[in-house]
């Protein structure tokens, strides 16, 4: 699979919209990988769960192919950059406590990136994967957040895209399974944040580059009166897949 790059173009929007993974997450991966050496964070974007493992990990290698995202990560003593694709790292073999995936594996040439992580984990280390879908708010403004997905940038999402909204449900593990605890993200918003992170979604660019038009425009006349001037809290449900390499 070549890659794609269908962040680039918005990456500093990225990474001022995106919402952060709770910290709840970050604690309970610590608690199962078998050290706080060195964790992986692969496809990292521009950096948001690699900055949270540098506060428990002595050392992240945080991998992205696109250099926009990079040019957005923060920097932090504890994380090494790399511009390198998922499937090919220049990490040692064995080293790995853990290797972090967020919101990204769909991009991934599968089988290519589990053999990878299968070469660069240690024996004990943890494979966690993790995803969240539409964010939800109240009924109707879900409505017509769901009408803009779906029928407004609906035919700009990539085909990967579908299997993240099943929340990697038919993900097939190389080892055996770890129970996960049940986790979201919540963040009280603006309209303007609301509308700075729709801004961020892929088919969205699609949509402006194909139509030369911004269709967060109507969406956002549509918005305001329900959503008023003050924020509200917006809650995406977090999906996590782990599971442990034997020892």
Avoid at 19 to 38: D, E, H, I, K, R
Avoid at 131 to 157: K, L, M, N, Q, S
Avoid at 175 to 180: A, E, M, T
Wanted: with cysteine; proline share 8%.
């Amino acid at each position: 699979m070549s890659f794609q790059d269908h962040f680039s173009t918005q990456s500093a929007a990225y990474a001022q919209f995106r919402p952060c993974y709770p910290a709840s997450l970050f604690a309970w991966l610590t608690q199962v990988a078998p050290a706080a050496g060195l964790a992986w964070d692969v496809a990292t974007g521009n950096g948001q769960a690699a900055l949270a493992l540098a506060e428990h990990f002595q050392q992240v290698v945080a991998t992205e192919p696109s250099a926009g995202q990079l040019a957005n990560a923060p920097s932090h003593p504890h994380i090494v950059y790399r511009q390198e694709a998922a499937e090919r790292s220049s990490l040692t073999a064995g080293t790995a406590d853990l290797i972090t995936v967020a919101q990204a594996l769909h991009w991934f040439d599968l089988d290519a990136f589990m053999a990878e992580a299968d070469r660069v984990l240690k024996p004990g280390g943890v494979l966690a994967i993790w995803c969240y879908e539409v964010f939800a708010t109240e009924p109707a403004i879900d409505a017509i957040v769901a009408d803009y997905y779906h029928h407004v940038v609906g035919a700009y999402w990539p085909p990967e895209r579908r299997w993240l909204e099943q929340g990697y449900a038919s993900l097939a593990m190389p080892y055996p399974r770890l129970p996960v605890p049940e986790l979201d993200m919540a963040l009280m918003w603006t309209l303007d944040a609301l509308i700075g992170y729709l801004g961020t979604w892929s088919a969205t660019q699609r949509y402006k580059e194909d139509k030369q038009h911004d269709p967060l425009l109507a969406l956002r006349k549509q918005l305001a009166p329900l959503w008023g001037d003050a924020p509200r809290r917006v809650s995406w449900p977090l999906r996590l897949h782990a599971c442990q390499k034997p020892a």
